[in-house]
């Protein structure tokens, strides 16, 4: 219905069709509520379970970059320890690590070429047992080389293990990141539909508080538009204000409310770009 129509409907007409109106408001708003309250009760515990999930899975990610942290901190502070050690053993010659018969026998290229024959060859057990021997007898000789070089110096023997503590733990910092990562991408897509959740739930309550409201009220309005009907439209004590003033205003040739403040506001606009004040 535009402006023209709506002029054209009375005050009686009017007031018959608010009044029916909010009859079936009233009729219709308790079906309305209970399924509202239905959609909020079947919401209300699936934003919990998936806030409860959300939280999970965020303390997941913060456990593992704690762990990460923890870790990454230890093994940076080894690094200057580990370089102040090979510091010293380059500077006394310590840092020479294979000499020239080690070398010249490839003791680890004889250990990876027996292993391999046992691995990819159809041995007897005669000739498996050799090999393992041989083998055995090549890890003892490797093992003897790297006691003798930490017994003939201290400082060797605490880099290496210092450089093992360093590798071992930058690898349990990677492991932890990785971990979180992998719980990050595990939250995210709990957050998108605790959110969405969360929204439809907000949504719900705003809608059934509004209709719970409009229930409340609508003995009252009832009561008013039937009074109105009885009584009629002009001022008829506390509660029922001359409903047509504005109407014999503008009969008598008088500005309606609406030109009123067209008028205002036009007035406003033209001391905005004048820039003048009052």
Do not use: C
């Amino acid at each position: 219905m535009d402006a023209g129509e709506l002029m054209q409907i009375g005050p009686k007409e009017l007031a018959d069709k608010l009044l029916k109106r909010r009859i079936m408001l009233k009729e219709t708003l308790p079906g309305v509520i209970r399924t509202l309250e239905a959609e909020e009760d079947s919401l209300s515990p699936k934003v919990e379970r998936l806030k409860k999930s959300f939280n999970d899975a965020n303390s997941k990610v913060a456990a593992f970059k704690e762990e990460r942290s923890i870790h990454q901190s230890k093994a940076s502070g080894l690094i200057p320890e580990v370089k102040e050690i090979r510091e010293r053993l380059n500077s006394s010659g310590g840092m020479i690590s294979l000499d020239p018969k080690w070398k010249k026998r490839k003791l680890l290229e004889q250990i990876e070429e027996i292993e391999d024959k046992i691995q990819t060859s159809a041995l007897d057990h005669k000739s498996e047992r050799k090999l393992l021997e041989k083998r055995r007898a090549l890890i003892s000789e490797n093992d003897k080389w790297i006691r003798d070089r930490k017994d003939s110096n201290p400082d060797m023997s605490s880099y290496l293990e210092k450089s093992r503590e360093m590798s071992g733990l930058f690898k349990k910092a990677d492991k932890s990141h990785s971990r979180m990562i992998e719980a990050v991408s595990k939250a995210q897509p709990i957050y998108g539909k605790l959110a969405e959740s969360s929204r439809e739930l907000k949504e719900v309550k705003s809608q059934l508080d509004r209709a719970r409201e409009l229930l409340s009220q609508s003995d009252k309005a009832i009561h008013y538009w039937e009074k109105r009907l009885e009584l009629g439209y002009g001022d008829n004590g506390p509660g029922f204000p001359d409903l047509l003033k504005a109407m014999k205003t503008v009969e008598g040739g008088g500005r309606s409310s609406f030109a009123k403040k067209a008028k205002k506001k036009g007035a406003i606009s033209k001391k905005v770009v004048g820039g003048e004040e009052e």
